[in-house]
């Protein structure tokens, strides 16, 4: 067989199955697949035409991180230990020479290192989401790619951004691996207009709206000086607010935009290390939203902020913050850490029906954490979720399956070379850390 394709049907036999299914049953047994798609889970599976011994392993559904900018892989440390404002002005000059070339480079090195931390499944916000685009295919990848949106005035896109986005879904609906979007940068550089249009264009495709949203005390000041109401306030009041829709950060709220989010059905992208290390000050609050019955996932950002992509990490720094904050050690419990890691995030992409669990029907994408690493000692059922949730290593991801295709085995991509994608990703990295402000 070829590496990496999928065999039409696939069993793991005697694994630890993390299944994160309603009852958040962890069962030792076997997985089978058929054409990608999860047939049994945790019976005694009949025979496939591959057959995998899995009981040295816990298999996890796959991370969906739900707020990055891939592309920006490659600018890793470019702008470290900075005011929020001088580290856009970095990063907006950087920006200004940015290719369609050195984006797909650096959304390859991007993706490369989310499937090797275990994440099959990532919603981005940036522009060339074309070239975004063919990298999600080459390397097997889910991506849900939002184009960024601005202001026609305020942007070095050529023609209207809005219109760009709706050409951009144009051309990549449909796809089994790319799910297209339009994404509105933030109120600081979009106005009433841009917004609503962004909105329409989603209702009519039918995609998501992405957006960043109250991530700073200066932007929720900024818009208030400016209209009189604090963003969420003002997006419900223009009529912008509805579901399908995730904003990412959402740190600085107040009880009554935390309502209204939750009752607009908003889905939160939580970004705790991106907010941590920019000194938001703040801490988004996570605990207020989830019991308002918002719907909040993680979110890595991109690693000029954070500096990683790994969703291991997230969960574990997600949970100390908000801990540690209010005083409270039982808040965020590793199983709440988890579900936003895993059905919680597939639901703000509108996808729990299809991804975020083990279960009969669902696409097969999950990970298969070795059972002997160090940081899963001690490998006992009733431990492993606390272990994903605040120890395990990426270095303990063996494989990872996309809809039933290995994209990772043995710690390896199977539809790319790392050491060609990091060559490329260095050169490209050679041309935009020469254009950075000094
Ligand atoms: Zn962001």
């Known amino acids: 067989m070829n590496p990496g394709r999928s065999p039409r049907s696939l069993v793991l036999r005697g694994g630890l199955l993390v299944t994160q299914d309603p009852e958040r049953r962890v069962v030792r047994g076997d997985l089978r697949i058929e054409d990608g798609r999860i047939t049994s889970v945790g019976s005694r599976a009949e025979a496939a035409e591959e057959e995998i011994d899995a009981s040295g392993f816990a298999l996890v559904p796959g ?31 950087v920006d200004a020479h940015r290719t369609e070339a050195d984006v797909e480079v650096g959304a390859r090195a991007g993706i490369a290192e989310m499937l090797l931390s275990g994440t099959t499944s990532f919603l981005d916000l940036y522009y060339f989401e074309d070239a975004v685009a063919r990298a999600v295919e080459s ?45 509105p940068q933030g109120v600081y550089v979009c106005g009433k207009e841009t917004w609503l249009a962004a909105r329409d264009v989603a209702e009519r495709a039918g995609t998501l709206v992405h957006y960043h949203l109250s991530e700073t005390r200066k932007e929720v000041h900024d818009h208030l000086e400016k209209t009189g109401r604090r963003p969420v306030v003002w997006l419900e009041e223009i009529g912008f607010l509805g579901p ?54 993680l979110g890595t950002d991109s690693v000029a902020s954070n500096n990683s992509l790994s969703m291991l990490r997230e969960m574990h720094i997600a949970g100390l913050v908000q801990k540690n904050q209010r005083w409270d050690a039982t808040v965020l419990s590793a199983q709440e850490l988890l579900d936003m890691a895993t059905i919680d995030g597939a639901r703000l992409v509108g996808r729990a029906e299809d991804l975020g669990s083990l279960e009969v029907g669902k696409q097969a994408d999950f990970s298969m954490f070795r059972l002997d690493h160090p940081t899963l000692l001690p490998a006992r059922p009733e431990a492993i979720v606390s272990h994903l949730a605040y120890s395990a290593a990426e270095e ?11 994209v990772v085995r043995h710690r390896a991509l199977t539809h790319g070379d790392w ?20």
């Open 63 to 93: 991370f969906v991180n739900t707020h990055t900018h891939v592309a920006m892989s490659l600018l890793r440390g470019i702008a470290d230990d900075r005011e929020l404002a001088g580290f856009l002005e970095t990063l907006f000059a």
């Open 139 to 183: 390397l097997g990848v889910r991506g849900f790619l939002g184009w960024a949106v601005l202001d026609p005035e305020l942007t070095t896109q050529k023609g209207v951004p809005v219109e760009n986005a709706r050409a951009f879904i144009g051309r990549w609906k449909d796809r089994p691996r790319v799910s297209p979007l339009v994404a």
């Open 244 to 297: 399908s829709s995730v904003a990412a950060h959402a740190v600085w709220l107040t009880g009554e935009e935390i309502e209204t989010l939750a009752r607009r059905k908003v889905g939160i992208a939580h970004c705790a290390s991106s907010n941590l290390k920019l000194a938001s000050g703040g801490v988004a609050p996570v605990v207020e939203l989830r019991a308002a019955g918002a719907t909040v996932g």
């Open 396 to 406: 303990a991801i063996d494989s990872v399956y996309v809809g039933g295709v290995p």
């Open 419 to 438: 050491n060609k994608i990091r060559q490329e990703g260095e050169s490209a990295a050679d041309a935009l850390w020469s254009s950075r402000p000094k």
